[in-house]
């Protein structure tokens, strides 16, 4: 049976990391895979986590399936966090959710709970978006396209461009946004640009599908879901995926959610049964772990100021790692002008240099970044930033 299926290339992070891991030498650097990194290197184990998986442990006392949703102080915790505890969606019931597998997870069952609404509508995502966000929603069979994002030559957002595309989507169709710290780019919407998309989803009656991953990475966890509630808050209807992978650093535990904004609490009952039986025909039950650490978090005052503090850090490490990167590019004497790195948020920069550098970078300098020229900005440190800026200077 199996010998009629095709070799299918390597995925191109996945196989990055792969390559990366094979290169002996000794001063290689690590720029592709999107995990957090400290100063060492590592992805360490959050202090909150760590205190609420003693909570967990020491509570937990029993290992049935929990409710098909997940755990509910978890969905409830994750949505107050995202568009604020007084929200009128939330204080009127009208937000569906349930707990999913990860980010991925939760985009793959809204896309899927959107083939049931119209399998012939279009999801528009920008031009470029995370690689992954094409066979999680597409292989749902709904049909994508590309709206105008990113300039690369000039490094900034195409933002005339993309509204004038935007102006032309029809109606019931879907336009998938990156709620903050833009996957690849780090090129982000100003308030007033969101405020923009607003008045062109009202005009045209397109569905927001809001992807969410780096809350509290760009400018802070409240600053960085003014998109997210600006639309949830003047909309009929908004999707939502958020993922805990980054900044609870719950990788491995595979934490996300998928919620919907309905226009009242009849459709919200419809979308919840909706969703529930989505997931139930792909996983059936929701994993509890890592649900159950951030419902304990972010319900225990003491714990949540933690998780906030150590969000800050993290994301005040990675301000100061672009700086230091356009520092010593500058120090140099690089022949391009890479300041534009400085204004990007989040985890991920758009380099702006070509594939053939990207190429030269790799295999000349075992600097390992995806072809488009993303790096991970947490992947720089004070042991390798020189390094890492030779190198680019010497392939510009």
Known sequence: MFEVLPQLPADPILGLSAAYKQDTNPHKIDLGVGVYKDEQGRTPILQAVQKAQQILLANEDSKTYITQQGVQGYIDGMLSLILGAGHPALLENRVSGVQAPGGCGALRILAELLTRCDKDLTVWVSDPTWANHIPLIGNAGLTIKTYPYFDKANACIKFDQMTDCLSQVKKGDVVLLHGCCHNPTGADLTHEQWQTVLEI??????????????????DGLEEDVYGVRLLAANLPEVIIAASCSKNFGLYRERVGLAAMITPNTQTRDI????????????YSMPPSYGGALVDIILNDPE?????????????????????MLVNKLVEKGAS???????????????????????????????????????????????????????????VL
Not at 369 to 392: F, H, P, T, Y
Request: hydrophobic share 45%.
């Open 201 to 218: 989803a009202q005009q045209t009656g397109f569905v927001p599908f809001i992807d969410i991953a780096y809350q509290g990475f760009g």
């Open 303 to 323: 714990l949540k100021s933690l998780w906030m503090s150590e969000v800050t850090d993290m994301r005040v490490r990675m301000q100061s790692l672009r700086a």
């Open 271 to 282: 979308t919840q049964s909706q969703i529930q039986n989505v997931a139930r025909g792909i």
């Open 336 to 394: 391009k002008d890479f300041s534009f790195v400085n204004q990007q948020k989040g985890m991920f920069s758009f380099l702006c240099i070509s594939p053939e550098q990207v190429d030269k970078l790799i295999n000349e300098h075992s600097v390992y970044l995806v072809g488009s020229s993303r790096v991970n900005i947490a992947g720089i440190s004070n042991q390798n930033v020189d390094a890492l800026a030779d190198a680019l200077v010497a």
